[in-house]
């Protein structure tokens, strides 16, 4: 499966984004789907994932402010973001996978297909 990441951009402390990730592919219902994020000099972390039930898990830093959910008619993944803050200042990466178990779902390494990132800055 193909992915592409939109909706990044500046945005003032308290404001909202919504990004979307769109896939390719015909069995995307199959997939668990996951947003995950980069700040400068900082590894790549978990921020939301959906798995293939609709079942949602969220980071402790974006739970209460970030919704994801995903349109399987559409092959859509969308990642919700209010109340930003400028700590959410990052890359946004989505990311996909049809053989992700429970274990592993929050950790980047289980994913095999990713987008090609969004920037999301936040200004204070």
């Known amino acids: 499966v193909q992915l592409q990441a939109s909706g990044g951009g500046l945005v003032q402390a308290g404001g909202s984004l919504r990004l979307s990730c769109a896939a390719s592919?015909?069995?995307?219902?199959?997939?668990?789907l996951g947003w995950f994020r980069q700040a400068p000099g900082e590894e790549r972390r978990f921020a939301a994932v959906?798995?293939?039930?609709?079942?949602?898990y969220y980071s402790d830093s974006v739970k209460g402010r970030f919704t994801i959910s995903r349109d399987n008619a559409k092959n859509t993944v969308y990642l919700q973001m209010n109340s930003l803050k400028p700590e959410d200042t990052a890359v946004y990466y989505c990311?996909?996978?049809?053989?992700?178990?429970?274990?592993?779902?929050?950790?980047?390494?289980?994913?095999?297909?990713w987008g090609q990132g969004t920037q999301v800055t936040v200004s204070s």
């Open positions: 990311a996909a996978d049809q053989n992700v178990i429970t274990s592993t779902l929050l950790t980047t390494a289980a994913y095999k297909n």
């Open positions: 592919g015909r069995t995307f219902r199959n997939y668990a």
């Open positions: 959906i798995s293939r039930s609709g079942y949602t």
